[in-house]
């Protein structure tokens, strides 16, 4: 489904991604962890063709999105859920959801309901304005913004950032939820715990390389993994 090869990109002089490669396969839920600064973010801007490539290939069933606009990402299914939410803080929820749905919009009245469904506290605050609304329902909605926009592949960044426990506790079921609906999914993650035990395959990042990948279940259990992510 989405394949990145030999993936390098700079920032200035700096280079930020070293010879990236990973693979996503359809209908699977793959996780990047790694410290802060190790190219999670910069990885998943750059899949959405938010930041240049210098060289290195990226391909969505198929098809290259090298030299894509980061609106035409969008109409291929790729959905990007930032660090940060970026949402209309002045919009009302329900409006923020509307603009999920823009390119889908005869199917805005069938998808509304499974947002409400997966997050019901959205439909309690579908009049408030996004920027008033708790971290965590802030990010409900950024989620709930994607899943309006009926997702091939949904990238997350670090979804559970600066949430109380309860909330992470909460996220760690509604990404469950979203994998049952046959999502493909993409979690850039510094909770490693969440995102190896949610995730099929993962891959460790720092500074820029991928020093380990495999089976999220066999990371899980490696030495360097536990001792640097785990804690253990």
């Given at each position: 489904m989405l394949e990145i090869s030999n993936l390098v990109v700079k920032y200035g002089a700096a280079h930020v991604l070293k010879?990236?490669?990973?693979?996503?396969?359809n209908g699977e839920?793959?996780?990047?962890?790694?410290?802060n600064g190790a190219g999670k973010t910069t990885l998943l801007r750059t899949i959405?063709?938010?930041?240049?490539?210098?060289?290195?290939?990226?391909?969505?069933?198929?098809?290259?999105?090298?030299l894509l606009e980061p609106w035409q990402v969008v109409t291929r299914g790729i959905i990007h859920v930032p660090e940060g939410r970026k949402l209309v803080g002045t919009a009302a929820v329900l409006d923020n959801l509307r603009l999920g749905a823009y390119l889908h919009w005869k199917q805005f009245k069938r998808r509304l309901p499974l947002v409400y469904e997966m997050f019901?506290?959205?439909?309690?605050?579908?009049?408030?304005?996004?920027?008033?609304?708790?971290?965590?329902?802030?990010?409900?909605?950024?989620?709930?913004?994607?899943?309006?926009a009926?997702?091939?592949?949904?990238?997350?960044?670090?979804?559970?950032?600066?949430?109380?426990?309860?909330?992470?506790?909460?996220?760690?079921?509604k990404l469950k939820e979203l994998h049952d609906l046959q999502i493909s999914i993409l979690l850039a993650e510094q909770n490693a715990e969440l995102a190896l035990t949610l995730s099929k395959e993962c891959?460790?990042?720092?500074?820029?390389?991928?020093?380990?990948?495999?089976?999220?279940?066999?990371l899980r259990e490696d030495p360097q993994v536990r001792a640097a992510y785990l804690g253990l």
């Open positions: 010879g990236i490669s990973l693979r996503v396969e839920f793959v996780s990047i962890i790694g410290p959405s063709r938010l930041v240049p490539i210098i060289s290195g290939a990226i391909t969505f069933e198929e098809k290259t999105l090298n019901p506290i959205l439909e309690q605050r579908k009049n408030q304005q996004a920027r008033t609304l708790s971290g965590g329902e802030q990010q409900m909605v950024a989620i709930g913004v994607a899943l309006m009926n997702p091939k592949l949904l990238m997350l960044d670090e979804v559970t950032f600066g949430l109380a426990p309860i909330l992470v506790n909460l996220m760690r079921s891959y460790v990042i720092e500074y820029g390389n991928i020093c380990k990948e495999g089976p999220a279940a066999e």
